[in-house]
């Protein structure tokens, strides 16, 4: 009798246990203090009819160990979710740290080629006439005709419940041109979007939209010894 109440007891004090190791897990679960892994620069902010317009994980592509110089241009990668009913469209998009913010594209990104060395035309190389008058083909040559108008950029729109990728990769992105400081890895810039139905995502005072890691680790510097004190040398420990 004795022993059957002392598995009894054991038993019980052994499910206790297990009770408290598992309400244990659920107030301080494993995941708890995880964060995200992308470290770019991320905002929600409700629509004027419900639902939310969200920027996620905005980074500037990363530029090398040194960072973007001043004037330079650095490109943005980010993406843009419409959680709402309707359509919207990304009309404006600028930033307090660059001279502007453009729509660029892949072609944007390849150096652009030297110009070719210029030679004298043949058109151009003047011609002996015996009569001293001017030549035929000046008089009539025609006119310049005008360069065709630059098309207006394709509007930027967001289906309902839908996204927009705008990265290099992607095709088309946003570009800071002419950087009013220079921008280094660990700090960011500001940025400020706004939509057609009157929503604004702008980077919140004391944050920035920061410069992306790199893609693979960067090389680490070669380890030195450190200078021997005078005299040092020879003693014993």
Known sequence: MTRSITKLLAGGAAAAALALTGCSAGMNSQTADQVAAVPGYSLTVPGPNGGNIALRDAVLAYAGPTGYAQGATAPLQLRIFND????????????????????????????????????????????????????????????????????????????????????????????LTGLKKPVVNGEGVHLKLTFSNGVVLETLPGTVVPIAPPLSPQPRLPVTAPPTRPGTEGEGH
Do not use: C, H, M, R
């Not at 009309?91 to 944007?108: G, I, R, Y």
């Not at 008089?139 to 419940?161: F, H, M, R, Y």
């Open 84 to 175: 709402t009913e309707q359509p919207i469209t990304l009309d404006k998009f600028e930033s307090n740290d660059a001279a502007s913010v453009k729509l660029a594209s892949a072609a944007d990104l390849k150096p652009s080629p030297s110009p070719a060395a210029e030679s004298p035309s043949p058109a151009a190389s003047k011609s002996p006439n015996a009569a001293g008058s001017a030549s035929p083909s000046a008089a009539t040559s025609p006119a310049t005709s005008p360069s065709p108008a630059a098309a207006p950029p394709a509007k930027l729109t967001i289906p309902p419940a839908g996204y927009l990728e705008l990265t290099p990769g992607s095709g088309q992105f946003l570009a």
